[in-house]
């Protein structure tokens, strides 16, 4: 079971506040930038980002039906800011995968810990991932 939607709702108030400024440089972090499927408002969460591959891989700590991620699989991408950098990615896919492969060992073993077992994919729409991310 992914972390309640409880603890999600603080966050967004207050950790989400402070961690974003930091998780746009850190590696392992990275802020989706995305806009509201109603509002059209501009939004930004700090998220967990693996580089797998030639891809973007979030780890869903919340779950897949958290508002952030709706809004991402609605508009068919979003911008992650990555150690700096802006990277406007597309094709969202969901998926679940229990054994977290392509997770470095030390979050899959966290990831599983506090049971996540999905995940949103996205390519970036230029250049390639940056390494560990």
Request: include cysteine; charge should be positive.
């Amino acid at each position: 079971m992914p972390i309640p939607l409880a603890v999600g709702r603080w966050n967004r108030v207050g950790f989400n506040r402070l961690s974003t400024p930091v998780a746009r440089h850190l590696p392992g972090y990275a802020v989706v930038h995305h806009r509201g499927r109603r509002s059209g408002r501009a939004y930004q969460t700090p998220v967990n980002l693996f580089r797998v591959g030639d891809r973007y891989v979030i780890a869903l700590t919340y779950g897949p039906q958290t508002d952030w991620v709706r809004n991402v699989l609605a508009a068919g991408g979003c911008t992650i800011e990555t150690r700096g950098r802006l990277v406007p990615c597309g094709r969202p896919q969901l998926y679940r995968d229990a054994e977290r492969h392509g997770i470095r060992p030390v979050e899959r073993a966290v990831l599983g810990w506090i049971g996540v077992q999905d995940f949103l994919e996205l390519v970036p729409l230029w250049g390639t991932p940056e390494p560990n991310a």
